[in-house]
């Protein structure tokens, strides 16, 4: 199985703040890594897939980088919206499994 | 506008058996491969089991032999058969879409249920 490993789990930010989030795989995944949003009693939101591809509707603020192993998401000016736990998700086509990274929360500094 | 709506989570005692449904509209259900994903309260996220077009199910350890997916076409609804049910799959259930082929990535997710597995 391939492992999905995200750092920080938890990240003290304010209003404007450049984010960075990173997840990094086991063993290399190309660029099929996705970006999800979740705020708390809501279903994920997909930000990212293909590892820097923007999902239709998505403020253009977020962005996604990386390939093979190690990936980052940014947020470059953060908004009072953005407060929610951020996930990663690798579905490499050489295996039908797919997993996630453990989540990094973004909380108000 | 694409909707899931989930039904079926409830109490179950362990060792029981529950059917998940999912209802879906606003999307030719029979174009994507479908998907459940589960979150225990306060925990990450786990893909529990995923059906393709052609209705051939895809599971990770964890559930296998005790879950199975399906999907009717006709009536525009995924299901999930758990047996066998522990308390480590107490956990609320989400249908989601997938795209990008087995395994793809999850364009639109449900609201979710919840299932709860206690004696």
């Known amino acids: 199985d391939i492992q999905m490993t995200q750092s920080p789990s938890t990240l003290s930010a304010s209003v404007g703040d450049r984010v960075t989030i990173t997840c990094r795989a086991s063993?290399?995944?190309?660029?099929?890594l996705a970006w999800y949003q979740q705020k708390p009693g809501k279903a994920p939101k997909l930000l990212i897939y293909?590892?820097?591809s923007l999902e239709s509707g998505v403020p253009s603020r977020f962005s996604g980088s990386g390939s093979g192993t190690e990936f980052t998401l940014t947020i470059s000016s953060l908004q009072p919206d953005d407060f929610a736990t951020y996930y990663c998700?690798?579905?490499?086509?050489?295996?039908?499994?797919?997993?996630f990274g453990g989540g990094t929360k973004v909380e108000i500094k | 506008e694409v909707q899931l709506v989930e039904s079926g989570g409830g109490l179950v005692q362990p060792g029981g058996s529950l059917r998940l449904s999912c209802a879906a509209s606003?999307?030719?259900?029979?174009?994507?491969?479908m998907h459940w994903v589960r979150q225990a309260t306060g925990k990450g996220l786990e893909w529990v089991s995923a059906?393709?077009?052609?209705?051939?199910?895809y599971y990770p350890g964890s559930v296998k032999g005790r879950f199975t997916i399906s999907r009717e076409n006709a009536k525009n609804s995924l299901y999930l058969q758990m047996n066998s049910l522990r308390a480590g799959d107490t956990a609320v259930y989400y249908c989601?879409?997938?795209?990008?082929?087995?395994?793809?990535?999850?364009?639109?997710w449900g609201q979710g249920t919840l299932v709860t597995v206690s004696s």
């Open positions: 989601a879409r997938g795209y990008g082929g087995i395994p793809g990535y999850f364009d639109y």
């Open positions: 606003g999307f030719t259900f029979s174009s994507y491969d």
């Open positions: 059906i393709g077009t052609a209705g051939d199910p």
């Open positions: 063993q290399s995944i190309s660029s099929w």
């Open positions: 293909k590892a820097s």
């Open positions: 998700q690798q579905y490499n086509s050489y295996s039908p499994e797919l997993t």
